[in-house]
């Protein structure tokens, strides 16, 4: 176990290298075919394929309305964009478009699995003619604009998968027995009713996988085009990341409070009452008492010894004094104290800032703690690299794996660690192992 726990998080959490349950399948990924598992996830990738053929027959006539109504407006808009009613009907199609991509999302998120968070709004400044100008450079209206142009042939093909190519198996495969009804006194065509419900039958087999590639699409042009734009989703992303940031270091400042005030002061008082008595036994009233004086300065000395040590174990968690030399001596005395034998590769071409060489170092003390408590590893990997303006982490154990970040556990909490520095933590950890942790950062803030 290292002697450098990541401060802040908890030590009793689920092994990097051990069996830690994975997080319910996310919103807007449907569990794979073939591997729908049992209970409640079949009954999920069942809904989900239901949802898909739904969405299929439902959102054509959505498709089509709002498809023509975006053909319409780029027509009338490149029409009227030398008028003096083209600037402003611009205007008003662009928010029109922004209103029709609300239930586009509600429909994809109620019936494809896939949640797609809303755009945040129109800027609104001051003055009308500002107003139209934040609308016009608004990349939100313009890609749902285009959503709505792609979404009209997606709608035409789903619907032709879930409707059209099942009717046409049924016309096909039932086409002897139309054509005997027809006309019963026509000779028998045995090769030309054989290929027709062949066709039949190839055109049923391929109408799910049409389907699926549509659903598929569908979900994909919806986060693509409806969600934040890039710059809205940075800066959510930041957003997040300093309030995990915030709140993280208000604990670590509270958490070192109360262990100054309940630990390290009250040894201090120790040592002054220790002090204050030795004072008394150097006054005593029959000259100095040797054997108290000898007993109460061991005491002194011992008091004084814990608080330093206490002192050392609080100031290591705010900046460990190991990293005054960087991580290319940092991280081989950290893995000098695990219990598993760590193999250690650094290439370290350049030095990282200071908020990152902190952030590597207590992922490394964290993934390395993990291994040693949970994974049931025998030996354990680690590698550090820092060139080109990024740091790469990655601790590798031979431990029983299924390993996965979820809530509570101590994956978890260093992807939120990783975040407030713009970093990325990657888990590789089938069942059975072995697992591989790599975490991504940038070298400069």
Request: a positive charge; charged letters at 20%; one cysteine or more.
């Amino acid at each position: 176990m290292t002697d450098t726990p990541a401060p802040g998080r908890p030590q009793d959490r689920p092994a990097v290298g051990g069996a830690a349950p994975s997080g319910p399948t996310g919103a807007g990924t449907p569990p794979a075919p073939g591997g729908a598992g049992t209970g409640p996830e079949r009954r999920r990738y069942f809904s989900v394929r239901a949802g898909e053929w739904v969405f299929a027959v439902v959102g054509l006539p959505l498709a089509l309305l709002c498809g023509a109504y975006a053909l319409a407006v780029v027509y009338a808009g490149t029409l009227l964009s030398l008028t003096v009613v083209g600037l402003p009907f611009v205007v008003l199609a662009l928010l029109g478009a922004r209103g029709l991509g609300t239930p586009h999302r509600l429909l994809v998120g109620a019936l494809l699995g896939a949640s797609v968070a809303p755009p945040a709004g129109v800027p609104r400044p001051d003055g009308l003619l500002a107003r139209g100008r934040a609308v016009l450079t608004d990349p939100v209206a313009w890609r749902t604009l285009l959503y709505l142009v792609l979404r009209l042939p997606l709608g035409l093909l789903g619907f032709a998968a879930a409707v059209v190519l099942p009717l046409a198996c049924g016309w096909l495969v039932g086409f002897p027995l139309w054509g005997r009804l027809l006309e019963p006194a026509s000779p028998p065509g045995i090769r030309l009713d054989a290929l027709s419900v062949l066709l039949g039958l190839v055109l049923l087999a391929a109408a799910p996988g049409v389907l699926r590639l549509s659903a598929g699409a569908n979900r994909r042009l919806a986060a693509l085009l409806l969600g934040p734009a890039r710059a809205q989703r940075r800066v959510r992303e930041l957003e997040a990341a300093r309030a995990v940031l915030l709140a993280e270091n208000g604990d670590r400042l509270r958490r070192l409070e109360r262990d100054l005030h309940d630990g390290t002061q009250a040894r201090l008082v120790a040592l002054a009452i220790t002090l204050s008595l030795t004072e008394d036994a150097l006054d005593g009233a029959d000259g100095p008492d040797l054997a108290r004086l000898r007993t109460l300065l061991d005491r002194a000395r011992t008091q004084n010894e814990e608080t330093v040590a206490e002192l050392r174990l609080l100031t290591r968690g705010i900046h460990p004094v190991a990293l005054d030399g960087g991580l290319g001596d940092a991280l081989p005395g950290l893995t000098a104290t695990s219990p598993v034998p760590v193999s250690v590769r650094l290439d370290l071409a350049e030095r990282p800032d200071e908020a990152i060489e902190r952030a590597v170092y207590f992922c490394a003390a964290e993934l390395l703690t993990n291994v040693a408590r949970h994974s049931g590893a025998r030996t354990a990997a680690l590698a550090a690299t820092a060139r080109d303006g990024r740091v790469r982490l990655t601790v590798r154990d031979d431990g029983r794996g299924g390993a996965a970040p979820g809530g509570g556990t101590g994956l978890a909490g260093l992807v939120e660690r990783l975040a407030a520095v713009d970093g990325t933590l990657r888990v590789d950890s089938p069942p059975g192992g072995p697992t591989e942790v790599t975490a991504e950062l940038p070298a400069r803030l």
